[in-house]
């Protein structure tokens, strides 16, 4: 059962054409790779699956219901889920109340014993401020943001940029674990080996256009793609 | 050329004859009202240039117009100066340099912050007046017995006592006044401040010293204010402390809004409204005391519904159909360039000898907070090539190239242009000298037109960082307009010259953007990102362009879209976590597997 | 040279005067930091509050009745204007939203004018605040250090309602980063509403305070405004700490300074706001890149 359906979307940032007739399908408990290189649209696709950006046309399915022209408070109460690639964390909030703020909405929040068995380190760290955590710490507390929710679908937008390679492999084991917690998940990632360590399948965007989709097998079978479209 | 020079001086004539009609057609009786009305619009003139074309609202002009008032009167009552007219220059005078204290201050934060800090300097100007210097204002009495003016001519002297005299010195500055702020904002200074209204950054960023021009604004609000200021005390005979109140503040922001922000005659227009009004419901029996909860109430109303004031509406429908407005839009007819000339006339202004490095920088570090944006970056760029910064995000090549245009300032390392240490610059410096920048995200003056555009970008380096030619028009720096032709040209745009750049196509915008950067003849252009979001026909279009304005100029490029990179670009240096990775041909750098493995991710999993 | 006695009374005074300070600017900042909107028209809710004190002690004679009411009073104007007003205004430019509230004070203004008269209005002290205390070095009248206590205790339960709180953990993640409160399912505009109220509550439980301290006239309210403007700016635009130590900081230079010279007192404050400006433009407390 199709989880998330894009199907001809045109994204604008402004009037900048950004998402050309776009279209793509993620099956449920799915995880998909968006790669593609900067100003591809990557970014731009996850912003406007959540709302935060409006397709001028073209249309949105979660779980077959049409969700493109939804607010994004909306979009995330029925079970979708951004993760930024900022992270945005409130800097002022403790991480308890971080993940406190992110559960009021849900339906079915996690228990919090849940959250920190799966980041001990999160946990640790429960009574700092957002503002005091590091790179790696703040992308946890991003991911468990989204995961306190439980959400249907997750959306990871960088979770591997700015990050130390120690603390990128880190992260790679919290998504491996988030993967086998069974939501849908979208990630893109410039960093290609991380991305196809995690994915069942890829997509490949080139300025805004869709050019590619198989498995990570099939895109190492056609190594025009990864140079053409991935990389330099 | 005859009828346009009768059409720009149309509204002068209008006013000029308003000024004689409207108490004829109205009565002695209409005097009063009417000066009142003209000096409220003389203090709203300055007004209207600091926050309809500057957008800066400040809720404390009553400091300035109190201040002009009561040194003038302070001078005349006190027998200090006998001169009416002396005592009112010297008013005019403490008002300006009192807003150049409060400007200096107020002016480093904008908005509502601004507007805040103004409202508690005008209000601390009241306190001031009511208290520490009451020995001087005569507190919460004021001045009374200020004289009349008087003009001697020969053995006939008139003094300008009475209703029809004090109306006639009134209409008579107040025109001056007018013809003055006419000219500001026809000027290449009314432009800019028009410029910073709508795009602060970019005007900055174009070679002009914004900070400048907002504090002569702010000083022209003052000086108008304390003009004004100075003229009730006479009109009246009498200087109030009410000149210096919150509520005074409020009145000439209120009449403004109503009359319409945006045209000079907007608060006379609003003052003429809300005074006859006032005066209007307060005979009404039932009403009478409620006339201020009416006008409020209609305030409101008129705020929520038609946003740009009653006189301000009609204007915007108005300049629906001449886009341009009152700034010169069209120069007069001249001939086409010949592609030679348009090539002569894109030239840099300063080129550094062959062989010598347009750009030297030497080992740049930046860091925000924890986050190490750039380390140790070395790159150096010889007179007219093209070279090209790429690598994954969070490389560090937009902190890079915010560095090179002088919107950061590196933690060590130096950087050198044309030889020249430049690495402490701001802008608006980079600008003047010869370094310009291209923004990702269109940094354009979307109520200008594209001809409008231009001509702030080619305005900045014949100007220079600030000038205060309020005496000639935007339009008539003949270079000025030769070079916006020349742009026009080459970006393809002439047949857009003269409608408003929100109405554009995306594509057509990105070339004027391109322009901008063009427009203060660099020696080097930075291009950030200058094929983002376009369509391949639109790419193949600015990838052109940037071959064409090439030309004895030295361009640094970034860039996502690898194709145009390896097209365009003679040389790439990578950078890779702020790092410089490494640097090469196109032809090294595709091969080159430590770059593979940057972009792709080089860790083994 | 004033005595112990004299500093210290008036050590007290300011705290009073700056505990209403505070009370007050805890509320302009909160609607400043979570709508963006500044609140022009808080001085005509302060004096709102002050005039529905002087009705419910006409009346009634109980004081808390006037705590009550005021709050209720302008708990209901805070839900009105913001339906029927503000809320047409958050995506307008900033110096729209200053426009229209200035507007609607002086609609307020010139309402009770109208319904009561210039002339000031005397509200009675309640019954146990009459009376002086005796601190040893000098003597304070009561009601003052009452007034000290009941901000005290307001502006605890506004702390608690601020960090203790769903609500105020949403209000708190709003002022910072609206985006991502409605990426975690919270319609913020929703919040908004008690938002604007609860900082008119502030502004009007402030007035019914000092109403027994002072006049009532109509034009009450607009030194409290300015002098809130003052402390929001030194505190931080948007920080709740910032305006509760600005106001004490304020209230105590304004009755310090009127001790050595009553002439200068404003214009220390004045001064005071100036050197942030120049040192510090974001505030005590205030965050980076807010405003």
Known sequence: MSMIELDKVNSYYGDSHILFDVSMEVREKEVVALLGRNGAGKSTTLKTLAGVLHPRSGAIRLAGEPIHSLPTYEIARRGLQLVPDERRIFGSLTVAENLKVASLTATDPWPIRRIYDMFPRLEERKESRGGNLSGGEQQMLAIARALIRDPRVILLDEPFEGLAPVIVRDILDVCRRLVQEGPTVIIVEQNLRAALSLAHRVYVLNNGHMVFTGTPDELKANPDVTSRYIGI | MKSSSLARWMPEIIVAVALVVLPLVFGANSLDLLTRILLWGLFGLGFSLLFGFGGLLSFGQAAFYGTGGFVTAYLLTGNVIGNVWLSIVIGVGAAALFSVAVGVLALRRVGIYFAMITLAFGELSYFLENSPLSHFTGGENGLPGIPAPSLQLGSFKYVFTGSWPSYELIAALFFVGYVLARFIIQSPVGNVLIGINQNPGRTAALGHHVPGYKLAAFVLAGAYAGLAGALLGIFQSYMPPSAFALDTSGQLVIQTVIGGAEILLGPTIGAAIWLSLRDFLQQVPVLGDLWKFILGFAFVLLVTLLRRGMGGELYALWLRKRPSGLMPATAAAHERLTPAEVVELLQPLTAPEDGALALDVQSVSKSYGGIHANSDVTFKVPAGALYAVIGPNGAGKSTFLRMLAGEEHPDSGSIRVNGVERTATDVTAAAQNGVAKSFQINQLFPHLTVRQNLRLGASGHYRGRIRFDIFRRADSIAAVEKLVDALLDELDLTQHADVAVDTLAYGEKRRLELGLALSSRPSLLLLDEPLAGLSPAEREDVKQLIKNIRRGRTIVLVEHDMDAVFELAERIMVMHDGNRLTEGDPGTIQKDSQVQQAYLGGIDF | ?291
């Open chain 3, 1 to 291: 040279m004033p005595t112990l006695g004299q500093f210290l009374s008036q050590a007290f005074n300011g705290l009073a005067f700056g505990s209403l300070l505070a009370l007050i600017s805890s509320g302009l900042t909160i609607i400043l930091g979570t709508l963006g909107v500044l609140n022009f028209a808080h001085g005509a809710m302060f004096m709102l509050g002050a005039y529905t004190a002087y009705i419910i002690l006409s009346h009634f004679g109980s004081y808390a009745a006037a705590l009550f009411g005021g709050a209720l009073a302008l708990f209901i104007v805070g839900i009105i204007t913001e339906r029927v007003l503000i809320r047409r205004y958050y995506d307008r430019p900033p110096q729209d939203q200053i426009l229209v509230t200035f507007g609607l004070g002086i609609m307020l203004v010139e309402a009770t004018r109208y319904g009561f008269g210039g002339l000031s209005q005397r509200v009675p002290l309640p019954s146990w605040g009459h009376g002086i205390v005796n601190f040893g070095y000098f003597f304070y009248p009561m009601y003052r250090v009452e007034v000290i206590a009941i901000v005290a205790v307001i502006l605890i339960i506004f702390y608690l309602l601020l960090y203790r709180t769903s609500m105020g953990l949403i209000v708190r993640a709003g002022i910072e980063d609206p985006m991502m409160v409605g990426l975690l399912g919270i319609h913020l505009r929703r919040v908004f509403m008690i938002v604007f109220s609860l900082g008119a509550v502030a502004a009007g439980i402030a007035g019914v305070i000092y109403a027994p301290l002072s006049s009532v006239i109509p034009d009450m309210g607009e030194p409290f405004l300015v002098q809130s403007f003052v402390v929001v700016v030194i505190g931080g635009l948007g920080s709740f700490p910032g305006a509760v130590v600005g106001g004490i900081v304020v209230g105590e230079m304004l009755s310090l300074t009127t001790m050595f010279n009553p002439a200068y007192a404003q214009a220390a404050i004045y001064a005071a706001m100036t050197l942030v400006l120049i040192v510090r433009p974001r505030g005590l407390f205030g965050a980076h890149g807010r405003m």
